[in-house]
């Protein structure tokens, strides 16, 4: 193959997109000098969202890759504007639908790392309110005493010692919230109110991105010119690629198009497909993976602990039909691609190892993002032979088993 055009949907994530150009940039050049191979980048030379262009020399080819973002971070940042009160009140709520549905209880049958990254903002949310308190409970007393001291007393006194004590348990809310750079709690709350707050139904204002990604994907599938069209959803954007590309074939695509390939990377599917109302995303799952129009392949990895790891992701919603063909579901296998130097500085990175997918590996093994994206396989062609890892959870787990009627 010569020609490829990226399409790549990012997971909750507010920053601007050319974080994605620069990761690219950087950890491709690095995985090239690994690997052996040539790979430079360029100015965009398409039309349309933010991207870049790639130009690989791998294996005696050269090809030309052209690489974008279908943008939501702007929807994500409108859903991050919750006030502190607001943010706590998210919190109820969502853990009320996961707990009340039963979801969170079935969650725990597959991973138990992205339950435990679903409880940490939780639990941390709520370390940083006692806190508050114990603080706004402790300048109380102390003004107390003072006011005790200077012969003052009565209700009075003791109301005028409260106010203090709550604005600076308020104070400190505000510090925790200032510095969620380094603690991620409002950030995971958000995700996850945003995740749950429709039950599993996709949001409006997501429906209307999602059919604009849909325009973009199919005017590059009528160019004659490309010989693959690959589509690439990321942790939340896994789920979204899902029910755009569903959307897509269920229209029909051109009869000589290029090829078209799907890679989901770090899905984190049952988040939203074990919800009770995601009739949406549980009919766009069963449909997808009976179809021979694409070839899917999801890779996720055991040390990925934001990541439902190895959890076939129609199999475990309970949608799998007789004639499933996809996804393929392999390994990135951390612990293997990665050399124990490097795996024990980023054992705990938590956040960092959920992107690592998107990065180099110092001892890669048949997963390379840089080969797939710019490569000269599709990504048909790469896992061809490919058997689907032993390890996989392909067992339905999921209560909700529902989809829309045809």
């Known amino acids: 193959m010569r020609r490829r055009r990226v399409f790549y949907i990012p997971g909750y994530d507010p920053i601007h997109p050319r974080r994605y150009r620069e990761l690219y940039r950087k950890e491709g050049a690095e995985q090239a000098m690994i690997s052996g191979y040539s790979l430079a980048l360029a100015a965009k030379r398409t039309r349309g969202p933010y991207g870049w262009h790639a130009t690989a020399e791998m294996d005696g080819m050269r090809v030309e890759t052209d690489l974008e973002v279908l943008v939501w971070s702007d929807i994500v940042r409108g859903s991050m504007e919750a006030t502190i009160p607001g943010t706590y009140w998210q919190l109820l709520r969502t853990a009320w639908i996961y707990i009340s549905s039963g979801a969170l209880r079935r969650l725990m049958r597959l991973r138990k790392g992205p339950v435990i990254a679903a409880l940490y903002p939780v639990g941390m949310l709520l370390v940083q309110a006692i806190l508050a308190l114990l603080l706004a409970w402790g300048v109380a007393q102390a003004l107390g005493l003072l006011a005790g001291l200077a012969g003052l007393g009565g209700s009075l006194a003791a109301l005028l010692c409260s106010?203090?004590?709550?604005?600076?348990?308020?104070?400190?809310?505000?510090?925790?919230?200032?510095?969620?750079?380094?603690?991620?709690?409002?950030?995971?709350?958000?995700?996850?109110?945003?995740?749950?707050?429709?039950?599993?139904?996709?949001?409006?204002?997501?429906?209307?991105?999602?059919r604009r990604f849909r325009e973009l994907i199919s005017e590059a599938l009528q160019d004659k010119e490309l010989d693959e069209v690959l589509v690439v959803g990321h942790s939340s954007g896994a789920h979204?690629?899902?029910?755009?590309?569903?959307?897509?074939?269920?229209?029909?695509?051109?009869?000589?198009?290029?090829?078209?390939?799907?890679?989901?990377?770090?899905?984190?599917?049952?988040?939203?497909?074990?919800?009770?109302?995601?009739?949406r995303l549980r009919t766009d799952l069963q449909y997808l993976c009976q179809r021979e129009e694409l070839a899917w392949v999801d890779v996720t990895a055991p040390g990925d602990g934001c990541a439902f790891a190895l959890c076939d992701p129609v199999a475990v919603s309970g949608v799998a039909p007789k004639g499933k063909r996809w996804p393929l579901v392999i390994s990135a296998a951390f612990t293997q691609t990665l050399s124990p130097e490097r795996w024990r500085q980023l054992r705990w990175r938590f956040f960092r190892l959920h992107f690592q997918y998107l990065c180099a590996f110092d001892r890669p093994g048949d997963y390379d993002y840089f080969?797939?994206?710019?490569?000269?396989?599709?990504?048909?062609?790469?896992?061809?032979?490919?058997?689907?890892?032993?390890?996989?959870?392909?067992?339905?787990?999921?209560?909700?088993?529902?989809?829309?009627?045809?």
């Open 371 to 406: 080969r797939i994206t710019a490569g000269p396989l599709t990504l048909a062609d790469r896992y061809r032979d490919r058997n689907p890892s032993r390890s996989r959870i392909d067992l339905p787990i999921s209560k909700f088993t529902s989809v829309a009627a045809e």
């Open 163 to 210: 106010v203090p004590g709550l604005g600076a348990g308020y104070a400190l809310l505000h510090w925790f919230k200032k510095r969620d750079g380094k603690f991620f709690a409002y950030y995971l709350m958000h995700d996850y109110a945003h995740t749950a707050a429709h039950h599993g139904e996709m949001a409006p204002e997501l429906e209307v991105r999602m």
């Open 240 to 279: 979204l690629g899902v029910s755009v590309l569903a959307d897509l074939i269920r229209a029909g695509l051109p009869a000589d198009r290029p090829v078209l390939g799907f890679l989901s990377l770090g899905q984190v599917v049952p988040m939203v497909s074990f919800l009770p109302r995601a009739l």
